[in-house]
C-alpha cells in the first residue's frame, strides 16, 4: 500500500453531496499524457515546439523540470502556451519524479542520450513502482545505469551522448509506459530500436497508440502492424506546434456525477479527432446508463440518475478504475471489473484501496487478483484515505455526491493532474460552473 509523501500538508476535504442533478459546462486542463509526450518530444527535436493548451500540474511541471535540468530550454510561464527549444543534453542533473509514471518512465531513456550522469529518485512510493524491465532493456541497448536498490528508483543513468539502440525484449505487463517510454526516445538512438513485448497482455493499449500517433506527428518512422511489437527508425524529430486536448481521464469524474445526479455536463473544446479513447469510454458510461453526445458545444453526458452495473475489462481504460468503482457502488445492478492487475503497481494498489477504503465506509465489495467485485447497497459517511492518488480521490468525490459526510484525509493529492480539481467540484456541485 503506497504511503503519502511526506513533503507536502495534507489537506482534509468533506466531499460535497449533491441535493439537485448537477448541470456545468466545464473547461478541464490539457491532457497529462499528451502533455508529456510533447515535452519529451519537443526536447529531443531539431528545432523549437509549443505546447497549446497543456497540462499544469504536479506531474507535467516535474517532466519539464526534469527535462530542463539537463539541458533543454522550457517557457511553461505562460498557462496557454508552453514553448520548448531544444538543447545538448548535458549531466550531471538530478531528476524529481515525484510520483509520476510518465517521468520515472519517459526521462531515463532520453537521459541516457546525455552526455553525464543523471541521477534519478522520486516520492516515498515512486521507489516501489515497476520500473525493472525498463533499466533491464536501456542496458541492452547499451546505456550504463547503477542501481542501489532492486531494479527500481533511485537509480543513476551513465549518459554518454549516444545509445545504441537495436532490438530489445521487454515484459511491459506490468506498465504501457515502459514501451511508451522507450518508443519515443528512440528516433535518436543510432540504431532505433525493436521492442518485443513477451509476457502477459500490455495494458493501456490507448496510450501506446497515443505515443505512436505522437511519434509520426513528430516526423518519426514508427512501424506497429505487428502485435506485441513496435519498430522505430532512426531520424530526426522535428519541432512543431501540439494542440493539447482536454484530459478525458480527468473529465470522467465529472461525467460520473452527470450519472449520480441524472444531470448533465458538457467538456467544452472536445477536438472531433482524438488521441484519447472516446469510443471506448462512450460504451462504458452508455452501459452504465448515461448518454454521451459530441456536439460544436463539446462533449456532453447526460444521467438519468440511475445507474447500471456491469462486467467490464477495463485493462484499456485502467486508470479509470477508481471513478467507476465509485459508480458501480450506487449502480442498480452489481458489477464485475477485470483485466486491471497492473493498477496495483500505480499510485498507490488501487484495487486494495479501493477495497479497504470503501469498506470501511459499509460497501461490499471484494477485491480479485486483477480487478474488484461490486455489490451495491447503502454506504455511509467516514473518513477516506487517498494514499497520495489523486485518482482515488475522484472515486470518493463521486462517492460522496450521494452520500454525505465522505471525509478524504488529503484532497491535495489531486495536483498530480488537476490542482484545480477541488475547487471545480465544488462549484459544478453547487452550480456555480
Ligand atoms: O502513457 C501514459 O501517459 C499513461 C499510461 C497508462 O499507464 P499504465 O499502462 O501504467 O496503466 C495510464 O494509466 C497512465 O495514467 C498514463
Ligand atoms: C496511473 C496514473 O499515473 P502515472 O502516469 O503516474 O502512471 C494515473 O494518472 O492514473
Not at 175 to 186: D, H, K, P
Request: proline fraction near 8%.
Amino acid at each position: 500500500m503506497g504511503n503519502l509523501t511526506a513533503t507536502r500538508p495534507l489537506k482534509p476535504w468533506t466531499a460535497p453531496t449533491a441535493t439537485d442533478p448537477v448541470a456545468a459546462t466545464l473547461r478541464l486542463p490539457g491532457s497529462k499524457s499528451m502533455t508529456a509526450r510533447a515535452l519529451v518530444l519537443g526536447a529531443l527535436a531539431n528545432g523549437p515546439s509549443t505546447l497549446a493548451g497543456p497540462l499544469r500540474a504536479r506531474d507535467t511541471e516535474l517532466m519539464a523540470a526534469g527535462l530542463r535540468g539537463m539541458g533543454a530550454h522550457m517557457s511553461i510561464s505562460d498557462d496557454e502556451r508552453w514553448l520548448v527549444r531544444p538543447h545538448r543534453l548535458v549531466g550531471p542533473a538530478h531528476v524529481d519524479v515525484g510520483l509520476a509514471g510518465t517521468v520515472m518512465r519517459f526521462v531515463p531513456p532520453v537521459a541516457g542520450l546525455a552526455d553525464g550522469r543523471i541521477s534519478f529518485d522520486g516520492d516515498p512510493h515512486a521507489r516501489t513502482r515497476p520500473l525493472g524491465p525498463l533499466i533491464g532493456a536501456l542496458r541492452s541497448l547499451g546505456v550504463r545505469i547503477d542501481v542501489a536498490g532492486p531494479g527500481s528508483l533511485p537509480l543513476t543513468v551513465l549518459g554518454v551522448g549516444r545509445v545504441t539502440g537495436g532490438e530489445v525484449v521487454i515484459d511491459a505487463s506490468a506498465s504501457s509506459q515502459l514501451v511508451s517510454g522507450l518508443l519515443l526516445a528512440a528516433p535518436r538512438f543510432d540504431r532505433g530500436v525493436v521492442v518485443r513485448h513477451v509476457g502477459p497482455p500490455v495494458p493501456s493499449a490507448p496510450h501506446l497508440r497515443m505515443t505512436v500517433q505522437m511519434l509520426r506527428a513528430a516526423g518519426a518512422a514508427v512501424d506497429d502492424t505487428v502485435p506485441d511489437v513496435w519498430t522505430v527508425e532512426p531520424g530526426p524529430l522535428t519541432g512543431r506546434g501540439w494542440q493539447i486536448e482536454p484530459d478525458l481521464s480527468g473529465a470522467v469524474p465529472f461525467f460520473a456525477a452527470a450519472l449520480v445526479t441524472g444531470g448533465e455536463v458538457t467538456l467544452k473544446g472536445w477536438p472531433h479527432s482524438s488521441a484519447q479513447p472516446l469510443e471506448r469510454l462512450r460504451e462504458l458510461l452508455q452501459l452504465m446508463g448515461g448518454e454521451v453526445t459530441l456536439s460544436t458545444e463539446g462533449l456532453t453526458v447526460r444521467g438519468t440518475g440511475t445507474v447500471h452495473g456491469l462486467d467490464a475489462d477495463l485493462s484499456d481504460v485502467s486508470e479509470l478504475t477508481p471513478a467507476l468503482t465509485a459508480l458501480a457502488m450506487l449502480a442498480d445492478s452489481p458489477s464485475r471489473f477485470t483485466g486491471v492487475a497492473h493498477i496495483r503497481g500505480h499510485e498507490t494498489d488501487r484495487i486494495a484501496a479501493l477495497a479497504r477504503e470503501f469498506t470501511a465506509l459499509g460497501a461490499d465489495l471484494t477485491e480479485s487478483h486483477d480487478g474488484l467485485h461490486i455489490r451495491p447497497r447503502p454506504l455511509r459517511g467516514g473518513t477516506f484515505r487517498t494514499y497520495a492518488d489523486h485518482r482515488m480521490a475522484h472515486a470518493a468525490a463521486v462517492a460522496g455526491l450521494a452520500v454525505p459526510g465522505i471525509e478524504l484525509d488529503d484532497v491535495a493529492c489531486t495536483s498530480k493532474t488537476m490542482p484545480e480539481f477541488p475547487a471545480l467540484w465544488s462549484a459544478m456541485v453547487t452550480g456555480k460552473s
